[in-house]
């Protein structure tokens, strides 16, 4: 019994203290406006800009609910640019018309994208006027643009504000899920209960060995 209790002990020990690190580093990595950021990178092309999924910003694996997550672009420095989201059908037809950048994988802290170069054409029209974007900002550094994911194809965007290429940028993506803070929390008090819990267990488990009557000789 007394075996027992130390593993069932240690084991608590050992999961509270993961569970409460990760509480910990989740809500460390928080902004003052909750979201997870990824970390700004410089982002530089000589092509017409840089085109991507934006369930690729929220995560693939978390799934998208109308407005369940909120995805955010940062633009710390750079000049002339267009950030953009719009469905991937009405922006597709667009971006066809000059070589670009499709990013098919991002990573965070630190920020690191998977790109692949597409298409051919020199140039894109003036990307504010050129359709109905469901959400944009456009201009010289600092520039901030976020965005209550819906279900569908989305896709966001980079690019300058002309349509030429050419982007030079240091980007930084964020993600915002409903309740993020509170479950950072609540893995912190899961873990303190766990190491609590723990500890009661192999206290207990010493106490019964100490206890133990000494054998006859």
Same mark, same amino acid.
């Given at each position: 019994?007394?075996? @027992?209790?130390?593993?069932?002990?240690?084991?608590?020990?050992?999961?509270?203290?993961?569970?409460?690190?990760?509480?910990?580093?989740?809500?460390?990595?928080?902004?003052?406006?909750?979201?997870?950021?990824?970390?700004?990178?410089?982002?530089?092309?000589?092509?017409?800009?840089?085109?991507?999924?934006?369930?690729?910003?929220?995560?693939?694996?978390?799934?998208?609910?109308?407005?369940?997550?909120?995805?955010?672009?940062?633009?710390?420095?750079?000049?002339?640019?267009?950030?953009?989201?719009?469905?991937? +059908?009405? !922006?597709?037809?667009?971006?066809? +018309?000059?070589?670009?950048?499709?990013?098919?994988? @991002?990573?965070?802290?630190?920020?690191?994208?998977?790109?692949?170069?597409?298409? *051919?054409?020199?140039?894109? *029209?003036?990307?504010?006027?050129?359709? !109905?974007?469901?959400?944009? !900002?456009?201009?010289?550094?600092?520039?901030?643009?976020?965005?209550? !994911?819906?279900?569908?194809?989305?896709?966001?965007?980079?690019?300058?504000?002309?349509?030429?290429?050419? @982007?030079?940028?240091?980007?930084?993506?964020?993600?915002?899920?409903?309740?993020?803070?509170?479950?950072?929390? +609540?893995?912190?008090?899961?873990?303190?209960?766990?190491?609590?819990?723990?500890? @009661?267990?192999?206290?207990?488990?010493?106490?019964?060995?100490?206890?133990?009557?000494?054998?006859?000789?």
């Amino acid at each position: 019994m007394r075996l @027992v209790l130390l593993l069932l002990g240690f084991a608590a020990l050992i999961a509270g203290a993961a569970c409460g690190a990760s509480g910990v580093a989740s809500l460390r990595s928080l902004d003052e406006d909750d979201y997870l950021l990824s970390g700004p990178a410089r982002l530089t092309t000589s092509t017409a800009g840089f085109v991507g999924s934006t369930a690729e910003l929220a995560g693939r694996s978390s799934g998208i609910r109308n407005n369940s997550v909120t995805i955010r672009i940062r633009v710390s420095d750079g000049r002339g640019l267009f950030l953009g989201i719009a469905p991937a +059908a009405a !922006a597709d037809p667009y971006l066809a +018309a000059a070589r670009h950048e499709v990013v098919d994988q @991002v990573r965070y802290d630190p920020l690191e994208l998977r790109r692949t170069a597409v298409g *051919a054409g020199d140039a894109l *029209a003036p990307p504010a006027d050129a359709l !109905a974007w469901t959400a944009s !900002a456009s201009g010289d550094a600092p520039l901030d643009l976020s965005w209550s !994911a819906q279900n569908g194809d989305y896709v966001f965007v980079i690019l300058r504000a002309d349509g030429r290429p050419g @982007v030079d940028a240091a980007v930084e993506f964020g993600t915002k899920f409903r309740y993020q803070r509170g479950y950072a929390i +609540a893995g912190m008090v899961l873990g303190l209960l766990l190491v609590a819990f723990g500890f @009661v267990l192999v206290v207990a488990a010493l106490r019964r060995r100490s206890s133990r009557p000494p054998s006859a000789t």
